[in-house]
Antibody, heavy 121, light 107 residues
Framework: EVQLVQSGAEVKKPGATVKISCKGT????????IHWVQQAPGKGLEWMGL????????KYAEKFQGRVTITADTSTDTAYMELSSLRSADTAVYYC??????????????WGQGTTVTVSS | DIQMTQSPSSLSASVGDRVTITCRAS??????LNWYQQKPGKAPKLLIY???SLQGGVPSRFSGSGSGTDFTLTISSLQPEDFATYYC?????????FGQGTKVEIK
């Protein structure tokens, strides 16, 4: 079964850094980009960035540029999203999702279960 | 960045109704348009890709159409399990962008 399995919920203080993992199983990890999507409570979906596990190339949304780092480890088929300088507005569910590198027209077809990050003093 | 605008933001409908949601892109995205369904507390689920192709396992009452800048998601006969929020998303370029969502509620 094709799956993306994310790490568990996190509680962080303002100014801290969080790192979430996303392990892909059941498919060739390097054939798919991994995207990260933020969903604040009661809000819509916001794209944060992506990594191409084949070569490590990344692209980031301007809103998160400078605070987010997305990486991929092909030895463990795991992608990571690190967000620094956390503030209360970063309280959200974070999803990883795959998209065929050679065919973005096919959409984001497999999503992780989501990781809740709570930022509170 | 390509802006995606959905309408309506919410709608109330009854089981069996035909429901249509529209999505407009701020520039042409050819057919790089996808639709997702999200239920409370769950991850989004891909329904339609490439504007009109049904993702495997998705009921045939869901359909998509459009090209360029204007797109439509149609549910031909609304079922109880279809009450959810629907998002369009463009995969033409980065940053990937989503519509603001359409919440389909029970009338």
């Amino acid at each position: 079964e094709v799956q993306l399995v994310q790490s568990g919920a996190e509680v962080k203080k303002p100014g801290a850094t969080v790192k979430i993992s996303c392990k892909g199983t059941g498919y060739i990890f390097t054939n798919y980009n991994i995207h990260w999507v933020q969903q604040a409570p009661g809000k819509g979906l916001e794209w944060m960035g992506l990594v191409d596990p084949e070569d490590g190339e990344t692209k980031y949304a301007e809103k998160f540029q400078g605070r987010v780092t997305i990486t991929a480890d092909t030895s463990t088929d795991t992608a990571y999203m690190e967000l620094s300088s956390l503030r209360s507005a970063d309280t959200a569910v974070y999803y990883c999702v795959r998209e065929l590198t050679a065919g973005p027209v096919y959409g984001m077809d497999v999503w992780g279960q989501g990781t809740t990050v709570t930022v509170s003093s | 960045d390509i802006q995606m605008t959905q309408s309506p933001s919410s709608l109330s409908a009854s089981v069996g109704d035909r429901v249509t949601i529209t999505c407009r892109a701020s520039q042409s995205i050819n057919n790089y348009l996808n639709w997702y369904q999200q239920k409370p507390g769950k991850a989004p689920k891909l329904l339609i890709y490439a504007a009109s192709s049904l993702q495997g396992g998705v009921p045939s009452r869901f359909s998509g159409s459009g090209s360029g800048t204007d797109f439509t998601l149609t549910i031909s006969s609304l079922q109880p399990e279809d009450f959810a929020t629907y998002y369009c998303q463009q995969s033409y370029s980065t940053p990937r962008t989503f519509g603001q969502g359409t919440k389909v509620e029970i009338k």
